[in-house]
């Protein structure tokens, strides 16, 4: 098992990430986008390298193609701040850096599927009417599965598991933090 002393292996730049591809993209950011581009968007093949998780790939529309950065925040928290903070620093770049410039950015609240996992889970039948402190302690106990289940040694016969498991312990406990903060609000 590799621990945080011993360097793990460097990975190949072609493979450093698995992007979400354009149907990955929440409904409202794929509007915006096909807005941008001058309607009827079709995304190419995705960018195969790269750092977040975030869809990064050229996007054609009746009005050109552009080299485009998306993601949802609710879905891939990381990459989008990425694209955050990657648009700020380029708009902070001398003239003199020879980088590409942005043509646009924006920003919007578009969710993955149009649901709210919370008001979802309020009415289901094992949650509704539930005390929030309970649904939250059943919530934690399923994010401390993740997270003790992503940090065992990979398994051979699926060799993806732990990285699902990282981030279904990701979500987990950002969506516990967010109704922890509500409750707290509230």
Wanted: glycine share 10%; proline share 6%; with cysteine.
């Amino acid at each position: 098992m590799d621990t945080l002393a011993t360097p793990p292996a460097r990975p190949a730049y072609e493979s450093t990430a698995r992007r979400i591809g354009w149907d990955g993209l929440p409904a409202g950011v794929r509007a915006v986008i096909s807005a941008r581009v001058g309607g009827q968007a079709r995304a190419e093949a995705s960018a195969g390298c790269g750092f977040t998780s975030g869809f990064a790939a050229r996007v054609r529309g009746r009005g050109g193609c552009w080299f485009v950065k998306a993601a949802g925040a609710r879905e891939a928290p990381f990459a989008a701040e990425s694209y955050v903070i990657e648009a700020r620093i380029n708009s902070l770049l001398p003239a003199g850096v020879p980088a590409p410039r942005l043509r646009w950015t924006e920003r919007t609240d578009a969710a993955a599927d149009g649901h709210d996992a919370t008001a979802l889970l309020a009415r289901h039948p094992a949650a509704a009417g539930a005390d929030p402190e309970q649904v939250d302690s059943v919530l934690a106990g399923i994010a401390g599965f993740f997270v003790g289940r992503c940090i065992q040694p990979e398994d051979a016969l699926s060799p993806s598991l732990r990285m699902h498991q990282r981030y279904s312990a990701h979500t987990m406990l950002s969506w516990l933090a967010e109704r922890r903060a509500d409750l707290k609000a509230a």
